[in-house]
Structures are given as structure tokens and as C-alpha cells.
């Protein structure tokens, strides 16, 4: 696909992209970039939009996988704000040390997929690209280390 016609594309689906991802997120401003990040995307596979039948059902596809991984930020973001204390005396945010041992008592490799996903805010693929895997295996080491990092933090609270 030339240029010109990903423009003719992008400008065509972009207001539905909006208005999709407004519906999935509930705010205006996430939804713009999630339309923006779908684009995006979508330019990267642009040479193979001729393969599709339908690239507009495939831009809405992409949207949805990019709203989805929004959401997960957002409520990842939301569950570590309910394990951050406001010191009194200090007034800066201290993470619960719990959470901090559970995290550290990991293997490396899935400390590091687990800091670089939850923490520096990196998509699957770019942290599979990062430490030489697929993002399959990547997806795995971070299920893993999510259900080992609230396994022990659990543990510690329950004792």
C-alpha cells in the first residue's frame, strides 16, 4: 500500500477509530491515542494490507488489542496505587516493601520482564526483542512472574 492510499484509509477509519475506542475506554483523550497508536501500527504492516480483504476490519482489530493493553496499564497502575503509602512526614510515595521482597525473591529474568513491562511501560515484543526471545515466551516469564509475585505477597499477609 502507497502512501497516498494509507492516508485515504487512515482519515476514512480515523473517526470511528475514535469513537470505538472512547466507547471501550470511557475517556476522550486515551481514545484519541489509542486511534493515533492503531495507526500507527498500521503503517508498520502497510505492505500487507493488500493481502486483507478488509483492512478496516483489521484496524479495529488492532484498536481493540491496543484499548486492551491500555486498560491493563491502567488497572496494573491502579493496583500498585493501592499498595503505595503516603509517608507523613516526607510526603513522597514509598511502594509496600512486601511487594518490593516479592518482586526481588524472582528469578532474574522474570524480575527484569516484570520491571520492564509494569514499571518502564514497554509493549511485549519490544521487551522480547530486548532480551533475545519471542514475545510468547515473554508473555509466559511475565504470567509467571505476576502469579509468583502475588502468591508470595499474599503469603506474607496471611501469616
Same mark, same amino acid.
Given at each position: 500500500?502507497?502512501? @497516498? ?18 466507547? !471501550? ?20 504492516? +502497510? ?14 482489530? *488492532?484498536?481493540? +488489542? ?17 499498595? !503505595? ?17 516479592? !518482586? ?31 514475545? @510468547? ?6 504470567? +509467571?512472574?505476576?502469579?509468583?509475585? +502475588?502468591? *508470595? ?7
Amino acid at each position: 500500500m502507497e502512501k @497516498a492510499e494509507f492516508e485515504h484509509l487512515a482519515c476514512r477509519v480515523r473517526p470511528s477509530l475514535i469513537s470505538s475506542a472512547r466507547r !471501550i475506554l470511557g475517556r476522550d483523550d486515551e481514545a484519541d491515542d489509542a486511534a493515533q497508536d492503531t495507526l500507527l501500527k498500521l503503517w508498520f504492516f +502497510r505492505h500487507r494490507l493488500k493481502g486483507y480483504d478488509n483492512p478496516e476490519a483489521l484496524t479495529h482489530l *488492532i484498536l481493540r +488489542r491496543v484499548c486492551i493493553s491500555m486498560l491493563r496499564k491502567r488497572r496494573c497502575h491502579d493496583g500498585l496505587d493501592e499498595h !503505595i503509602d503516603i509517608a507523613d512526614t516526607s510526603g513522597s510515595d514509598m511502594i509496600d516493601p512486601g511487594l518490593i521482597a516479592a !518482586i526481588e525473591s524472582l528469578p532474574e529474568m522474570e524480575q527484569a520482564v516484570l520491571r520492564m513491562k509494569h514499571i518502564d511501560g514497554m509493549e511485549t515484543p519490544d521487551i522480547a526483542a530486548l532480551v533475545g526471545s519471542n514475545p @510468547a515466551a515473554v508473555r509466559t516469564a511475565l504470567s +509467571r512472574a505476576r502469579k509468583k509475585v +502475588r502468591d *508470595i505477597y499474599q503469603n506474607s499477609y496471611s501469616q
